[in-house]
């Protein structure tokens, strides 16, 4: 009796040793996002970028770099409402709720779909979970399953009132938990409110980059050497009517407005730097914080933003098209297991953050979950984790845009309105990363950019050589509409069935 009691003990004593284990080892995760960011702003992507990053370059050197990470697009001219949707839900673009999908019939969106996003599921696997970002375009019933939330929106040229306002709230909160003795598990959703417009850099930040906070509509930001110079996509005005023309973010962008001049967008470019790299100062320290507590090397750490931007390339402002710049998101992961400056192209989609987090915690990822894990991608089992990718923009007139990639082949649709011109772009990503136009070969913009096109970087789709690639992309795009429940057509597209 006595000896089995015994047993019965050291049996308990072990399991008990055995799960304490396992709660201690459990990696945290913290995943940090800007606000409207192309990934060509970093280093990472574009190494003769002028925008300094030390920690997002460590970072990168440190872990992956996914080279071909998208968000699926928006039926909203604020881009930030679905994507964020999608991020929390890991659910795909029409299978999200949100005002401006109204033209989706059927019930494609779960109900309490809430109760299974990204904060819910960690809670009940025992993880700690706290978020600071911006308030607003985004998923609040989500957010609001953060055991822990601390958002304000804060884009203004100091520490209070910018980007070292979010730090600060995810510092404190690591101070408390380590006076706390707190050792359970944690995810902490990392969010800023910038580089979003309107793009108050702090002012030691934006003289580095020669730009200024511009308010006056009637003059002209002085001209600087030291702010960044033109993309080599950049365009003085966008060739045609892409469906969203007047869009906020093309038209009413203070310090920008309509203009597409040289001495405007290069200060505005300045403005981004200014305060994307005040958001690398920003991660820093909360990265110095994690390794003062002993935590940096078991936890993953995701570095993304909501969509990427415009800001003078194609002569487009915003965030509402696909090409590249703003189609795709930066995406960095480091963590245990991931090797060092390793790189994929992934052909990932924001709402695989989830699955991903789950696969990295061993958290089980909800069913309402559409999304892939990253996993294999990260462990380098495997470079990608589908072979196609669709995008979306319909915030403006419908159909809108639309997207699909395949290896080095994009196509892009648009068309406003039913009886609107459809125009068709084709590029062959290889040969054309910055998906250069005719107009791009124009001398007067060549001499602003200092880029010579070559005669292939052009829009492919009116090259009769190409005529078979493009049926197949326009098949292909016809196929990802119908398997996404995109509700849209263009007038041009014919089913075969
Ligand atoms: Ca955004
Ligand atoms: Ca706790």
Same mark, same amino acid.
Not at 34 to 61: G, M, W
Not at 74 to 80: D, L, S, Y
Not at 471 to 487: F, G, N, S, T
């Given at each position: 009796m006595k000896i089995q009691l015994l047993l019965r003990t050291i049996t308990s004593l072990a399991i008990f040793a055995s799960v304490a284990a396992t709660a201690a080892d459990r990696?945290?995760?913290?995943?940090?996002?800007?606000?409207?960011?192309?990934?060509?702003?970093?280093?990472?992507?574009?190494?003769?970028?002028?925008?300094?990053?030390?920690?997002?370059?460590?970072?990168?050197?440190?872990?992956?770099?996914?080279?071909?990470?998208?968000?699926?697009?928006?039926?909203?001219?604020?881009?930030?409402t679905p994507s964020r949707h999608m991020i929390m839900s890991g659910r795909t673009l029409w299978h999200i709720p949100g005002k401006g999908r109204d033209a989706v019939v059927g019930d494609l969106i779960p109900k309490d779909l809430a109760d299974h996003t990204m904060a819910a599921v960690f809670n009940a696997a025992g993880y700690d979970t706290m978020r600071t970002c911006k308030k607003g375009n985004s998923y609040a019933a989500a957010n609001k399953k953060f055991t822990v939330v601390r958002d304000a929106t804060k884009r203004g040229g100091t520490d209070e009132t910018g980007s070292g306002w979010h730090a600060e709230q995810v510092?404190?909160?690591?101070?408390?938990?380590?006076?706390?003795?707190?050792?359970?598990?944690?995810? @902490? &959703?990392?969010?800023?409110?910038?580089?979003?417009?309107? +793009?108050? /850099?702090?002012?030691?930040?934006?003289?580095? #980059?020669?730009?200024?906070?511009?308010?006056e509509k009637s003059t002209l930001p002085p001209a600087n050497p030291k702010q960044p110079k033109l993309p080599a996509n950049y365009l003085p005005a966008h060739p045609f009517d892409n469906s969203h023309?007047?869009?906020?973010?093309?038209?009413?962008?203070?310090?920008?407005?309509?203009?597409?001049?040289?001495?405007?967008?290069?200060?505005?470019?300045?403005?981004?730097?200014?305060?994307?790299?005040?958001?690398?100062?920003?991660?820093?320290?909360?990265?110095?914080?994690?390794?003062?507590?002993?935590?940096?090397?078991?936890?993953?750490? @995701? &570095?993304?933003?909501?969509?990427?931007?415009?800001?003078? +390339?194609? /002569?487009?402002?915003?965030?509402?098209?696909? #090409?590249?710049?703003?189609?795709?998101?930066?995406f960095i992961v480091k963590g245990p297991g991931i090797k060092p400056g390793s790189r994929a192209p992934g052909n990932s989609y924001l709402l695989d953050v989830l699955a991903t987090i789950c696969d990295l915690t061993g958290v089980e990822a909800p069913e309402t979950n559409e999304g892939v894990s990253l996993v294999p991608v990260l462990k380098g089992e495997k470079t990608a984790v589908r072979e196609v990718l669709y995008g979306a923009y319909c915030g403006g007139k419908k159909p809108g845009m639309r997207s699909v990639k395949?290896?080095?082949?994009?196509?892009?649709?648009?068309?406003?309105?039913?009886?609107?011109?459809?125009?068709?772009?084709?590029?062959?990503?290889?040969?054309?990363?910055?998906?250069?136009?005719?107009e791009h070969h124009d001398a007067k913009v060549a001499k602003l950019t200092g880029n010579e096109p070559r005669p292939n970087q052009v829009d492919l789709s009116v090259d009769g050589k190409?005529?078979?690639?493009?049926?197949?992309?326009?098949?292909?795009?016809?196929?990802?509409?119908?398997?996404?429940?995109?509700?849209?057509?263009?007038?041009?597209?014919?089913?075969?069935?």
């Open positions: 990696p945290n995760v913290l995943f940090i996002l800007a606000d409207d960011q192309s990934p060509f702003d970093l280093k990472a992507y574009d190494p003769e970028s002028a925008l300094q990053t030390p920690v997002l370059d460590r970072l990168a050197s440190e872990g992956m770099v996914l080279e071909s990470a998208h968000h699926m697009g928006a039926w909203i001219g604020g881009v930030c510092l404190n909160y690591l101070k408390e938990r380590e006076a706390s003795k707190d050792e359970d598990p944690f995810l @902490i &959703y990392f969010g800023f409110s910038h580089p979003h417009d309107t +793009r108050d /850099g702090k002012p030691e930040l934006l003289a580095k #980059y020669g730009a200024i906070n511009h308010k023309m007047d869009v906020r973010d093309e038209v009413n962008v203070s310090g920008v407005w309509k203009n597409r001049d040289e001495q405007t967008m290069r200060n505005e470019l300045g403005r981004e730097f200014a305060c994307s790299e005040n958001i690398d100062i920003q991660i820093g320290k909360v990265l110095d914080q994690l390794k003062a507590m002993g935590e940096l090397d078991n936890t993953y750490i @995701i &570095y993304t933003a909501d969509h990427g931007m415009a800001i003078s +390339r194609h /002569g487009l402002q915003g965030k509402q098209n696909l #090409y590249e710049h703003t189609w795709r998101v930066p395949k290896g080095d082949w994009k196509l892009i649709k648009y068309q406003s309105g039913e009886r609107g011109e459809v125009v068709t772009q084709l590029f062959n990503l290889a040969e054309n990363p910055d998906e250069l136009l005719k190409h005529a078979e690639k493009l049926k197949e992309m326009e098949a292909l795009l016809l196929a990802q509409m119908k398997a996404h429940d995109d509700p849209y057509r263009f007038s041009d597209q014919v089913d075969p069935q």
